[in-house]
């Protein structure tokens, strides 16, 4: 058996009050158009897909369309001045396309699921609608002209209507041909009220439809991205030094030499934090030019940097460091250095990790001339 969908998308938005088409709006980072297409085209049940749009957007709108040519057969059609006018031209658009079903979308509903489009598919019978929806949560009232409430309606006996809904293609054309003819398109707010007998279909509570301003902000926020940064830093052991490492003063015949307290480990997790935000490396950020650095705890300078991700909005998820030290161990000290980044980042003790090891006495570790660290850091 054949199948078709017609996805509207012809609509001029204007209670959300953005002044244009809000299927070619900026969500989530892609057109509110993109999602509902991308999930009909990769289902690969329909041929072909109509998508239906205003006069004038067609170029737009194609250049959404040809990201799923690959997928799909995907047509367009110009809309009419009403809803039930676009699906009318939907519908003639199929007339020799030889389709026996036929789902018709809202492309306002973003989040319509492949299981739910083919629950409807499934259930699309002769002589009936097949009309997902949701029982109402909400307790309900009834009001009058002036606003009073009235009455308690009973919300176990209410459905929220969703598309897609699905028809048998001549059944429902003829009905929408016998509108036109009869200029009586006024009288339909929906195209399953066309038939007497319809069928409930479990729909999807996030199925929702993006309508007003506040659906769209409360939906069109950016997915989160997790990032990776890495970091690396070396300092030299010299006489005369304390041997700060994770802001602990760790026992010692030499220290590290630096600008600020040359916290070795410190440093790498802070390089490797401003990497994964891309906001360059520490020495951009505290120069070792600037006396105000000069021998600076570089635990309030990883304090800075958790700031400037708190500005972005970005979150650390885990630390995992290790240490490159010939000596001295450090084993005794871990959790207390676990205890101190942890806090400046405002994370748990158990997302961080320190690691120590040695490089079996070759190169400037192995020689004890210096001490490296490296960061490997997760942000979202």
């Not at 097949?130 to 109402?136: D, E, Q």
């Not at 459905?159 to 009586?184: C, D, N």
């Not at 940064?229 to 590290?256: M, N, S, T």
């Not at 490159?324 to 980044?341: M, S």
Request: glycine share 10%.
């Amino acid at each position: 058996m054949k199948n078709a969908a017609i996805i509207l998308a012809a609509g001029r938005g204007s209670r959300l009050g953005l002044g244009q088409n809000k299927m070619l709006l900026p969500f989530q980072g892609k057109p509110l158009l993109y999602y509902s297409l991308a999930t009909f085209a990769k289902t690969k049940l329909f041929d072909p897909i109509v998508v239906v749009v205003r006069s004038g957007e067609e170029e737009q709108v194609e250049e959404i369309v040809e990201r799923f040519r690959a997928d799909a057969n995907i047509v367009l059609c110009l809309g009419g001045s009403s809803r039930v006018e676009s699906v009318f031209f939907g519908l003639e658009a199929l007339s020799t396309s030889g389709v026996e079903k036929v789902l018709i979308h809202d492309g306002a509903r973003p989040f319509v699921s492949p299981e739910l489009i083919l629950r409807v598919l499934d259930s699309t019978k002769p002589g009936t609608a097949a009309v997902p929806g949701v029982l109402a949560t909400d307790s309900l009232r009834e009001i009058d002209e002036k606003g009073m409430i009235i009455g308690t309606v009973d919300r176990s006996r209410i459905m929220q209507v969703q598309t897609p809904q699905g028809f048998m293609y001549e059944e429902i054309y003829q009905k929408h041909r016998k509108l036109w003819e009869e200029s009586a398109a006024g009288q339909v707010t929906d195209d399953a009220q066309l038939f007497e007998t319809q069928v409930f279909v479990e729909g999807d509570s996030r199925n929702i439809k993006i309508t007003t301003r506040g659906d769209y902000d409360m939906y069109n926020l950016e997915q989160p991205q997790i990032r990776v940064g890495q970091g690396f830093d070396v300092h030299r052991l010299v006489p005369g030094r304390d041997l700060i490492l994770g802001g602990v003063k760790i026992p010692y015949e030499v220290g590290l030499l630096g600008h600020s307290d040359a916290d070795v480990l410190t440093h790498a997790v802070m390089d490797a934090i401003l990497g994964a935000c891309g906001l360059g490396d520490i020495g951009e950020h505290f120069p070792d030019s600037d006396v105000a650095y000069k021998d600076a705890c570089s635990l309030d300078l990883l304090c800075a940097v958790k700031t400037l991700l708190d500005k972005k909005g970005v979150r650390v998820l885990n630390v995992d460091a290790t240490v490159l030290a010939e000596a001295p161990k450090i084993g005794p000290y871990k959790d207390q250095i676990r205890d101190n980044i942890s806090k400046c980042l405002g994370i748990n003790r158990d997302q961080v990790s320190i690691k120590a090891t040695t490089t079996e006495r070759l190169g400037f570790v192995g020689r004890k001339e210096g001490i490296a660290a490296l960061a490997i850091v997760a942000v979202l």
